[in-house]
């Protein structure tokens, strides 16, 4: 309980790239993707998505900004938001980390208007899934999602 006194979210800049990174690096099943999660591409989301991607940090960890515990990336097209990369630390979860920062986005989404949130997670992630169904993300089971890379080989 004390430890969460001493976390802090705020808004993801670019100077937390290298943390974040890190972070994601070291969860399997991530997915990274090596263009849109180097600096240049994360610097761009954040560009576009500056008020809805967050980092929690443990202030109490180390001096000056402290250590990174969570990151969440969440981006909209005006229409719908949609979140990326949520992850804690594992020496951070079970706290209500994850939580907080899907309740910074949901409001950050709601007072840019938006109405609807989705994410894809892998099927085989148990724990991921039974963190979206208990914040109360329907599973769509009357869905195939679909998608086309537009990299050179396929233009
Ligand atoms: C999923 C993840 C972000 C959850 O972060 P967290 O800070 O531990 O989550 P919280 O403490 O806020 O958990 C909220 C609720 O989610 C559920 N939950 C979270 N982790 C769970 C687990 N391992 N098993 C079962 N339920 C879990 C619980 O209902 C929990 O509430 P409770 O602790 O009061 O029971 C973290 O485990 C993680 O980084 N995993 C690897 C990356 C990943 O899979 N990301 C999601 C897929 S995109």
């Not at 949609?82 to 630390?89: K, N, P, Q």
């Not at 949130?117 to 979206?132: C, D, K, Q, T, Y």
């Amino acid at each position: 309980l004390e430890i969460m006194k001493l976390m802090k979210i705020k808004e993801m800049t670019i100077d937390d790239y290298e943390e974040a990174y890190s972070l994601w690096a070291g969860i399997e099943g991530m997915g990274l993707r090596s263009l849109d999660d180097s600096r240049e591409g994360i610097e761009r989301f954040l560009e576009r998505n500056s008020h809805t991607c967050f980092v929690c940090r443990n202030r109490g960890a180390s001096p000056g900004r402290g250590v990174l515990a969570g990151a969440i990336l969440c981006g909209h097209d005006g229409r719908r938001g949609y979140i990326y990369h949520a992850a804690v630390h594992d020496d951070y979860r079970r706290r209500g980390i994850g939580r907080d920062l899907v309740n910074q986005v949901i409001s950050a989404l709601k007072k840019e208007g938006i109405k609807k949130v989705g994410l894809v997670v892998f099927s085989h992630n148990e724990r991921g899934n039974a963190f979206w169904e208990s914040l109360g993300f329907d599973r769509r089971d009357d869905l195939y999602y679909r998608d086309l890379s537009l990299d050179v080989k396929n233009i």
